[in-house]
């Protein structure tokens, strides 16, 4: 079984920070990459920023250069620094793990999500 827990949600005013945090647990083999997602009432869920076992990094172009993704080593511990948050950034944020289980099933798993609203 696995789990991916998400934490660090919350109300910030416009300008501030936030740091959602993201881990894995369980029967975990290896883990390939790790992505935050996000999502809004009635739009589909987008990505935000992925990084890699490589530790290769991706953003969407719309929080490029305000917010950073870090992990440890085994990803099983990730972050996703949020500065210079806009009304726009507010949404539920999800963690995805793209891993290997110890029995060898590869698939995506996600958290339930953290809320993150910025007040204008």
């Known amino acids: 079984q696995v789990h991916v827990v998400e934490s660090g949600g919350g109300l910030v005013q416009s300008g501030g920070s936030l740091r959602l945090s993201c881990v894995a647990s369980?029967?975990?083999?290896?883990?390939?990459?790790m992505g935050w997602y996000r999502q809004v009432p009635g739009k589909q869920r987008e990505v935000v920023a992925v990084?890699?076992?490589?530790?290769?990094?991706n953003y969407a172009d719309s929080v490029k250069g305000r917010f950073t993704i870090s992990g440890d080593n085994a990803l099983k511990s990730v972050y996703l620094q949020m500065n210079t948050l806009k009304p726009e950034d507010t949404a539920a944020y999800y963690c995805?793990?793209?891993?290997?289980?110890?029995?060898?099933?590869?698939?995506?798993?996600w958290g339930q999500g953290t809320q993150v609203t910025v007040s204008s």
């Open positions: 369980g029967s975990i083999f290896s883990i390939n990459a």
């Open positions: 990084i890699t076992s490589s530790g290769s990094t």
């Open positions: 995805n793990a793209d891993l290997q289980t110890q029995l060898g099933y590869r698939g995506n798993y």
